[in-house]
């Protein structure tokens, strides 16, 4: 079984729009984190939520989680061109293990 | 503010021959990771290191892996025997304890 699969695979908006992007796990976590990732770039760290709370903000982006379904989303407001990337969503699986488990993204393209 | 930072950024080298990959994790974090991206696919787990030493592995991390921590800023990655499927990005990451894991920038090896 795949831990972390996000959905859409593909997005592509205009600028200024909203876009929403989803994470499914399968496991029990200790936390969640959403990445981006800039074509053929390094990873950079977006937002980390708990598995006790329910929805985080940072700036333009906002993060729910709800453990009963096992899922998260990752919410850009009015996105801009620059947050053309591919997004992934990665769990701290409960239990004392150390290893991030991605998903395979969601590439968001922001049309000007 | 502080980063991972990972050399070289590219490294082309022959099957069969030896890579190593170095990074400098953020000085006051005590876990240490590398990832692997192959191209068009997820990032994969390798290695966590604590405490100097392994503390959890993957299948892919094989005899052909090894890490170290030489001294009290690096941490490097071995493989000692390249192949072909050993093309990818590989990425250094560290964090404190079950919190953020902060990324490098990314090795791209190409074995030919």
């Known amino acids: 079984s795949q831990q972390g699969e996000e959905d859409p695979q593909a997005l592509s908006i205009q600028e200024g729009e909203n876009a929403t992007m989803n994470c499914s796990y399968k496991?029990?976590?200790?936390?969640l984190q959403w990445y981006r990732q800039n074509s053929g770039r390094g990873l950079v760290h977006l937002i980390l939520?708990?598995?006790?709370?329910r929805e985080k903000h940072s700036g333009r982006l906002r993060v729910t989680l709800d453990t009963s379904k096992k899922s998260s989303s990752l919410l850009i407001t009015a996105s801009r061109a620059a947050d053309t990337a591919s997004y992934f969503c990665?769990?701290?699986?409960?239990?004392?293990?150390?290893?991030?488990?991605f998903g395979k993204g969601t590439k968001l393209t922001v049309n000007p | 503010e502080p980063e991972v930072t990972q050399t070289p950024s590219h490294q082309v080298t022959q099957m069969g021959q030896e890579v190593i990959l170095r990074c400098v994790p953020i000085?006051?974090?005590?876990?240490f990771y590398w990832y692997r991206q192959i191209l068009g696919q997820k990032v994969e787990f390798l290695v966590s290191?604590?405490?100097?030493?392994?503390?959890?592995k993957s299948e892919i991390f094989d005899d052909q892996f090894s890490v170290e921590r030489p001294d009290g800023s690096n941490f490097t990655l071995k493989i000692r025997s390249t192949k072909l499927e050993d093309s990818a990005m590989y990425f250094c990451?560290?964090?404190?304890?079950?919190?953020?894991?902060?990324f490098g920038p990314g090795t791209r090896l190409l074995v030919l």
């Open positions: 290191f604590y405490n100097n030493e392994i503390s959890e």
């Open positions: 000085s006051n974090h005590l876990y």
């Open positions: 990665a769990t701290l699986t409960q239990g004392g293990s150390e290893k991030l488990v």
């Open positions: 990451a560290s964090s404190t304890v079950f919190e953020t894991q902060y």
């Open positions: 939520i708990r598995s006790n709370e």
């Open positions: 496991t029990s976590i200790n936390n």
